[in-house]
């Protein structure tokens, strides 16, 4: 089944501890992004990736890191997490030449 | 930055009525587009109108775009319980060389059986 993976789908954590939030898709996309989901702000995008190797900040990035060494994997690294991290983490992933994109099942992290 | 603006924030309506649901966005676009989320789900694609359009429809769904407003529509005909979700709209156009998503705040929509 075509479909975005994350892990974990929730976290409670505290304040300074290193996390990973893995991503994969199995749909051979060039193109994926993380998005991070709050109440009253819709999905603001956190990073993005056009393939291997090349990332990009989008509009929140501060606080989180991503690598992309393989095509079907991002992951997003929370170095030192802080409690206005607590959100509903997205991957998402996109077809060559579409705007469309598909989304995983999401990541709640509560940071206390 | 957030382009979309989804009105109305809420929607409560009986089964078998229509659903309106619109969006403002800010600046030009390539294209617009509309996303349902299920409760503590992921978003799912809806449907797709691009910039030169005006119109769109897919199922029960159907889109209007009016580029001179910026602004779109969504309607659900004849809804069902299980269109209850959030929706939202979703403009797209180019940050350098990436296609980007510029998502709104969404419009929660409950459907009373």
């Known amino acids: 089944e075509a479909q975005v993976t994350q892990n974990p789908r929730y976290l409670i954590t505290v304040t300074g501890k290193k996390l990973t939030v893995t991503c994969s898709q199995n749909?051979?996309?060039?193109?994926m992004s993380w998005y991070r989901q709050d109440p009253g702000l819709g999905l603001r995008q956190i990073y993005y990736s056009m393939n291997v190797e090349v990332t990009d900040k989008g509009d929140v990035p501060e606080g989180y890191k991503v690598s992309r060494k393989e095509k079907r994997n991002f992951p997003l690294i929370l170095e030192s997490p802080s409690p206005n991290q607590t959100s509903l983490y997205f991957c998402a992933s996109r077809p060559p030449g579409a705007y469309e994109q598909y989304f995983g099942p999401g990541t709640r992290l509560t940071v206390t | 930055s957030q382009q979309g603006e989804e009105d109305p924030q809420a929607l409560s309506i009986q089964e078998g009525e229509n659903a309106t649901m619109n969006c403002s966005y800010k600046?030009?676009?390539?294209?617009l587009q509309w996303y349902r989320q299920n409760s503590g789900r992921g978003l799912v694609h809806l449907i797709l109108?691009?910039?030169?359009?005006r119109e769109k429809h897919s199922g029960r769904l159907r889109v209007t775009l009016d580029t001179s407003k910026k602004s779109s529509s969504l309607l659900i005909t004849a809804s069902r319980a299980a269109d209850t979700a959030s929706y939202f709209c979703?403009?797209?156009?180019?940050?350098?060389?990436?296609?980007?998503?510029?998502f709104g705040s969404g419009t929660q929509l409950t459907v009373l059986p």
């Open positions: 979703a403009t797209a156009s180019y940050s350098g060389s990436a296609r980007q998503l510029t």
């Open positions: 109108i691009r910039s030169n359009e």
């Open positions: 600046t030009s676009i390539n294209n």
């Open positions: 749909m051979n996309h060039e193109y």
